[in-house]
């Protein structure tokens, strides 16, 4: 059996909310009650409807409450409460009294630094002003003065509650700064490299609160250096932290054992059943003898992590018997199946109803090359991305079939290398083309930040159905017809980001330029030669907002140039693809400022420019 007993039914009626919907406050009202399952009178709802205004930053409401209940149903109960909003309460002024090791300025900025919100934009905010107490507080520990004491705010009203003035007082008391550091066990040749990474040096004031940061810095410093098993012997700040009788000065003594610089001497390979050894061995980048890092082993693990072969990537150092400093490096690796077949049905909204597939090996022969062959077919249920005249012709269908080679490491010397043909039928703003495309690429890791590549194309493009462009000669000149683009692109890619894969933080920079000309295979006749360059500098930027957010940014810019003969519609500048602009129509931001066609309807003759940014 269960026995139910029904509670109060309350009932509600607002008058005059403007600052929350009177749905937002019930629902505040609700998780209340449910959170303290307390009953609910005049003064309790007060006190939460306060809170409410409260924690929006809304100071001085008033809340007018009356109550009855249901005469017929006691446990029905009637609240009307007719609110009067008050307002947000400009910070007018923030000082300090005591303060004399700081500007006061720096503490004004350091208050604006880390507010949020309303504080942010000086406007009263309690959370905010309890907080700077301990950021004051911190920055005094940072400087050394461990006893600092910082009160509460002194808040100052003006008569109608719409401003206020805030003061904090600070008692500074005695600075302590650090008499003599002594890290024992470090080797002396390595001692004056890693004191220049810490922050509490003889004659600096002692920041106890960067103290655990420095021991940090110790280990990780020897760890770099080779001393895998560096580690602390003296864990305790007492053992560790000695100040004098009045705290003037403090002497610091950091016992170390570094154990054994370590060298590599083998490496050892698990786990690889298909991928050949070599294919492994040449992400190591260590030759035996060489010192070995913790840094090293986790670049060993992000190269062949990044290789795509590994579903799991391990990388240990295993000792010697001997312990005679040499260490061994034992590589262990999960192998993905390289094979995969796939078939996708898809929409979207530019090309329509989409059909792909494909097939692809990614460690042929066990060598980490990959051979790939794609297709696929679309047909357009939107003519919106064609100009008008040709909006008024007939359905086309749309396909690209590609065939891709890659080998990361050509006759064994680190250069990738990779090369594709692909022929397609595709739909543009005023044309139709059928394009045969072949092209081969070399790309080189010249650090871990900076690339380079160098590719080479050659492209052979019927063009047809084409519209009418402008022309000073003809009133309607179409641009059909057959074109040959050979051309060589050089680029530079400097890569900052954190994160390859998920960026929060960092920038990508990648600086083109394409060069085709009849030297390279482009066409030259006596009415359409094809010689122009290209240069495109495409940045990405990523800002983080705290632990959750980042900000990305994309902006990119371009020249192109005539050098006498022709630029090809197809290669003229679009913002499409990579440069698209979210909210634009493409056949609305595609056009000049000096002209309402579309850029594929007029002819280049001497120069083009774009820029884009989001």
Do not use: W
């Not at 924690?55 to 109960?77: M, Q, V």
């Not at 594709?420 to 083309?433: E, G, N």
């Not at 080189?444 to 462009?469: G, P, R």
Request: charged share 25%.
């Amino acid at each position: 059996n269960l026995a139910v007993k029904f509670g109060h039914k309350y009932n509600f009626h607002f008058y005059h909310t403007q600052v929350f919907s009177k749905n937002e406050i019930l629902i505040r009202i609700r998780e209340t009650i449910n959170k303290y399952h307390n009953e609910l009178g005049q003064e309790n709802l007060r006190e939460i409807l306060d809170h409410i205004y409260l924690e929006r930053g809304i100071y001085n409401s008033k809340f007018l409450i009356s109550s009855y209940d249901d005469l017929k149903n006691r446990n029905n109960k009637y609240f009307f409460v007719d609110v009067v909003e008050g307002g947000k309460i400009k910070l007018a002024s923030l000082s300090f009294r005591g303060v004399n090791y700081f500007d006061p300025r720096s503490l004004h900025n350091l208050y604006y630094e880390r507010a949020t919100g309303r504080a942010a934009y000086s406007y009263y905010d309690s959370n905010r002003m309890e907080d700077f107490s301990g950021d004051i507080k911190n920055e005094y520990l940072k400087h050394g003065f461990l006893f600092a004491q910082v009160d509460k705010p002194i808040l100052d009203f003006s008569d109608d509650r719409r401003e206020l003035k805030a003061q904090y007082f600070v008692d500074e008391r005695r600075q302590t700064t650090v008499k003599t550091l002594t890290l024992a066990g470090v080797p002396s040749e390595f001692l004056s490299e890693i004191q220049n990474k810490l922050k509490n040096l003889e004659g600096r004031p002692f920041d106890t609160i960067a103290f655990s940061e420095d021991l940090k810095i110790l280990i990780e410093s020897l760890h770099a250096l080779g001393f895998l098993d560096a580690m602390l012997l003296n864990t305790d700040p007492k053992d560790m932290i000695f100040y004098s009788n009045n705290y003037a000065d403090v002497e610091i003594k950091i016992q170390v054992n570094p154990g054994n610089r370590k060298y590599l001497k083998n490496v050892i390979i698990a786990g690889n059943v298909k991928t050949k050894n070599t294919v492994i061995q040449r992400e190591i980048h260590l030759e035996s003898g060489d010192i070995l890092t913790a840094e090293d082993l986790e670049k060993i693990k992000i190269r062949l992590s990044s290789l795509g072969l590994f579903a799991s990537v391990k990388v240990l150092s295993m000792y010697q018997e001997k312990n005679d400093g040499h260490v061994d490096i034992l590589v262990t690796v999960h192998e993905k199946k390289f094979g995969q077949v796939n078939l996708a049905p898809g929409f979207r909204t530019g090309t329509g109803l989409r059909l792909s597939s494909g097939i692809t090996y990614n460690n042929l022969n066990g060598s980490n090359r990959t051979i790939s062959l794609r297709g696929q077919v679309n047909q357009r249920l939107s003519k919106s991305g064609l100009d008008s005249e040709r909006r008024r012709g007939h359905h086309l269908l749309e396909f690209s079939n590609r065939a891709y080679f890659a080998e990361p490491y050509i006759f064994n010397y680190p250069i990738a290398f990779d090369s594709s043909a692909s022929i397609s039928r595709k739909r543009y703003y005023s044309f139709d083309a059928d394009i045969v495309r072949m092209n081969s690429t070399l790309h080189k890791d010249i650090t871990d930040y900076f690339s380079s590549s160098l590719k080479y194309q050659l492209e052979v493009i019927e063009q047809f159905n084409a519209s009418c462009i402008q022309s000073e000669t003809a009133s309607c000149l179409r641009n059909d017809g057959n074109f040959r683009i050979g051309s060589l692109t050089p680029a530079l890619t400097l890569d900052l980001r954190n994160n390859r894969i998920n960026p929060t933080q960092g920038a990508l920079f990648n600086l083109s330029h394409e060069e085709a000309n009849p030297f390279l295979r482009s066409q030259k006749k006596e009415n359409l030669t094809i010689d122009y360059f290209k240069t495109v500098l495409r940045n990405k930027l990523y800002f983080p907002l705290g632990p959750r957010g980042t900000l990305a940014a994309f902006y990119s810019v371009g020249y192109q140039r005539n050098q006498g003969g022709k630029i090809p519609s197809i290669k003229v500048f679009r913002l499409s693809g990579a440069d698209s602009v979210r909210g634009f129509a493409d056949d609305e931001i595609n056009k000049p400022e000096s002209s309402q066609a579309d850029i594929q309807k007029l002819t280049v003759d001497h120069h083009a420019y774009f820029s884009s940014f989001k």
